[in-house]
């Protein structure tokens, strides 16, 4: 369940960022989003990874696969299945967009934990602004160029099959690639 509390922290940080980068109020945000799951599934990969290797306290919280659109967390994924893009009442995800209740803030985490999102969030504010702004497409593209991706999902296609899990250790030592000039 503490994968699932990191991913709904690290989606309210998202959606901070989102509202900053774009001035619109708390109130609108859920009129104008375009938080669809791929678009989620995608930022909270690069959130959970882009300071993995020196930092492994998110990712080692997490279990990636290499999927036909990119590395997904496949406990988070399989709970937004089973429960129809219900957050437990706090937001409901769709293919359009997300949807948060009023007055639903994160849930507790582990301090550390917490500190961590912020500070990945913030690395990403850093080193690409607009990944936040990024069409969910855009998203995909940029988590193909990981080798850890490339090297996992060959595998799986090896296999017959559409997913393979991406060790952590893997990601950690992989190339953080968040710069959407990377992408044609």
Not at 118 to 135: D, F, R, V, Y
Request: aromatic share 12%.
């Amino acid at each position: 369940m503490e994968t699932i509390n990191i991913f709904k922290n690290i989606v309210f940080e998202l959606r901070n960022w989102y509202i900053k980068k774009n001035d619109v109020s708390v109130d609108l945000f859920n009129d104008f989003n375009d938080f669809t799951i791929l678009k989620i599934i995608k930022l909270h990969f690069f959130v959970v990874t882009i300071n993995s290797e020196n930092q492994p306290h998110l990712l080692d919280q997490n279990t990636f696969h290499a999927m036909p659109y990119g590395p997904v967390e496949t406990n988070v994924y399989d709970f937004y299945k089973s429960h129809r893009g219900n957050f437990d009442g706090l937001f409901t995800i769709s293919n359009e967009k997300i949807i948060f209740t009023t007055g639903a803030i994160s849930p507790e985490i582990n301090p550390i934990l917490k500190e961590k999102i912020l500070k990945s969030i913030e690395k990403l504010e850093e080193l690409e602004p607009n990944l936040i702004t990024a069409g969910a497409g855009s998203l995909v593209e940029l988590t193909h160029k990981w080798n850890s991706w490339k090297k996992y999902y060959n595998v799986a296609k090896s296999k017959q099959s559409y997913s393979e899990l991406m060790p952590n250790e893997e990601i950690k030592k992989d190339k953080k690639i968040v710069n959407l000039n990377y992408i044609s």
